[in-house]
């Protein structure tokens, strides 16, 4: 009875082993090789989360006041280049439900005091954060949100004037959102004219920006004249010659990707006919494209050119947007990858902007230009202005501005505008009722200006002209765009796949 019971156990020891070696060689298996699916168990449920992530600090970067492109103290002086009686303002407001708003010099080593926004008292819902200075330097301005909702944002803009030397009329620009990819839609580099861009970096890490342009000449890219990247230093500020870049082009389409960290940019364009200026202005990047575009800030007897850029062939329609409709200037043909440039004359009577249409995306914008005497000349750079829910502009001092309210629907529309005083006290709100495809223009006042568009119909804008330069027979305008006031979000989903083994 003993042999049987041997027996057994001498089987269970050899099974035992050969059990072993094959556990063995199967974990040696799967070190270096992936399990196959039909040795997992299906998952039988799913587990999905998902979080808003919301912004609640916003920041953006304020340029300098307009400077010369060449201030060197040098030759003669009755022939030496001069900025005149240039007089700066800078204004700011941050709507909504901002519990804190300051702006801050960008190069805090240079000196220069932090200004803090402040509220009316007693303050309101519809009250804004305001603050004024006269300040020519670049800032950060800040905005500290209790909550992301719409209606909630800052704005801010910074406006030079003078009646002499050469930079006679009127520069201006807002506050822009550092971006990781911008694109500008410029006039062109012709003798004369001077295209700078300047790129701000108010990060703590250093970046590099690649630049292409396209120009009028032929399509695609251009091989630049000088380096196609440039290197902006952690809270630095880097200057880019575009007319030394890219020379003797009609228009210039110009791309900016930063390669770490976002970074905010401007083009400031001086122009001059040997020592008759010529005007100045500020361009600030374009909008995404689109087969509709509506430009505001036209005025009878502006002298226009109409830039536009497509990465199709296609035509364009053109129209003025006059008080009581769209009055048409015809179909323009847009070539592929190539800036187009086409002189519409003059602005007629009542005409307060220009739509273009298409059948494919493209970007558009337009140059004004007014005389003045001895043939001094002004000119703003207007850009298509992409309608939102709610939008808000600050209005800088010393200067007249007009809002221009554009409808791009077929239908009548009417908006709410809202204007803060000094204090950031908000006015009764008015009900501006506009035709279809029509435009109506209205006095700006105060700080600052909300305009809430529940059908996002409307495409605004706000020209500046005054400063006491008409007694002087000085040319003077420009023209801003508001800042969208939308809620900020991005939502994260995560899911569990029980199917991962490694």
Not at 71 to 97: K, V
Not at 224 to 244: C, I, N, P, Q
Request: net charge negative.
């Amino acid at each position: 009875m003993n042999r049987p019971s041997t027996l057994a156990r001498v089987l269970r020891v050899v099974l035992a082993i050969i059990t072993s070696v094959a556990l063995v060689a199967a974990f040696a298996l799967l070190s270096v090789t992936t399990m196959p699916q039909w040795f997992v168990d299906r998952a039988s449920g799913e587990a999905t989360a998902s979080h808003r992530v919301v912004q609640q600090l916003l920041e953006s970067y304020c340029p300098a006041r307009m400077a010369l492109p060449d201030s060197g103290d040098w030759g003669d002086s009755e022939y030496r280049a001069s900025e005149g009686d240039i007089a700066t303002s800078a204004s700011f407001a941050a709507f909504g439900s901002v519990y804190a708003s300051t702006v801050a010099p960008f190069d805090m080593s240079a000196g220069g005091e932090a200004l803090s926004l402040k509220a009316p008292d007693n303050p309101r819902n519809a009250d804004a954060m305001v603050g004024r200075d006269e300040s020519g330097s670049s800032r950060l301005f800040n905005a500290n949100l209790l909550e992301a909702s719409d209606g909630s944002g800052h704005a801010g803009v910074i406006a030079s004037h003078a009646s002499s030397g050469d930079l006679r009329g009127i520069s201006a620009a807002t506050c822009t959102v550092p971006a990781m990819t911008q694109s500008f839609l410029l006039s062109g580099t012709a003798t004369g004219s001077s295209q700078r861009m300047t790129l701000a970096n108010p990060s703590s890490k250093a970046t590099t920006v690649t630049i292409t342009v396209v120009g009028t000449s032929s399509a695609g890219s251009m091989s630049l004249s000088t380096s196609g990247t440039a290197t902006v230093a952690a809270g630095g500020e880097t200057t880019v010659d575009l007319s030394a870049a890219a020379p003797d082009q009609q228009g210039l389409y110009v791309t900016i990707t930063s390669d770490v960290m976002p970074v905010a940019a401007y083009v400031s364009s001086v122009s001059a006919d040997g020592l008759t200026p010529k005007g100045s202005d500020f361009t600030m990047p374009v909008g995404a494209a689109s087969t509709l575009n509506a430009i505001p800030s036209v005025s009878e007897g502006d002298k226009i050119s109409l830039y536009a850029y497509s990465r199709t062939a296609g035509d364009v329609t053109l129209s003025w947007i006059t008080e009581d409709g769209l009055s048409s200037i015809g179909r323009k043909r847009v070539k592929a990858d190539q800036v187009a440039v086409f002189d519409l004359g003059q602005a007629p009577k009542g005409a307060h902007g220009i739509l273009a249409t298409g059948s494919d995306d493209f970007v558009a914008a337009a140059r004004a230009v007014r005389s003045g005497a001895s043939g001094q000349e002004d000119f703003a750079s207007l850009a298509a202005v992409t309608p939102a829910s709610s939008s808000g502009a600050a209005l800088p001092s010393g200067l007249d501005a007009t809002v221009t309210l554009v409808n791009t629907t077929n239908e009548e529309v009417t908006v709410s505008l809202t204007a803060m005083d000094d204090t950031g006290k908000a006015g009764s709100a008015d009900e501006v009722t506009i035709k279809a495809n029509s435009a109506v223009s209205v006095k700006g006042e105060g700080t600052a200006v909300l305009v809430e568009d529940r059908g996002k119909a409307v495409a605004w804008g706000v020209r500046l002209g005054g400063g006491g330069l008409d007694p002087a027979k000085v040319a003077g305008l420009s023209a801003t765009e508001p800042t969208a006031l939308t809620v900020r979000e991005e939502t994260i989903r995560s899911s569990q796949d029980n199917t991962i083994v490694r």
